[in-house]
């Protein structure tokens, strides 16, 4: 089993970029999908993006579809979700995670990394 680390969080103003990384431990990087979830405060933590092991297939939730890109490399272990275009309203606690191609729910958690976004 993986096991996940995000960096990259921190403060931002609305309009800017932002850039998290996950770093993933193990050999079997590639058996997982791997995926961003965030969840703000008093909210339920939401999807906000995945992709396939190969990075081929890429899935987005809609309300970053065309701001947000996630991308993997599997030579470094490592998934990145490039925020652009920030809104007060991604500020939340991203977390990166980890499924593996047979299973049907994300298994695989990070601590979560804070991203705010300031008005």
């Known amino acids: 089993q993986v096991q996940l680390v995000e960096s990259g969080g921190g403060l931002v103003q609305a309009g800017g970029s932002l850039r998290l990384s996950c770093a993933a431990s193990g050999r079997t990087f590639t058996s997982y999908a791997m995926g961003w979830f965030r969840q703000a405060p008093g909210k339920e933590r939401e999807f906000v993006a995945a992709?396939?092991?190969?990075?081929?297939?890429?899935n987005y939730a809609d309300f970053v579809k065309g701001r947000f890109t996630i991308s993997r490399d599997n030579a470094k272990n490592t998934v990145t979700l490039q925020m652009n275009s920030v809104k007060p309203e991604d500020t939340a606690v991203y977390y990166c995670?980890?499924?593996?191609?047979?299973?049907?729910?994300?298994?695989?958690w990070g601590q979560g990394t804070q991203v705010t976004v300031s008005s």
């Open positions: 992709i396939t092991w190969s990075g081929g297939n890429t």
């Open positions: 995670a980890a499924k593996l191609s047979i299973a049907t729910t994300f298994g695989v």
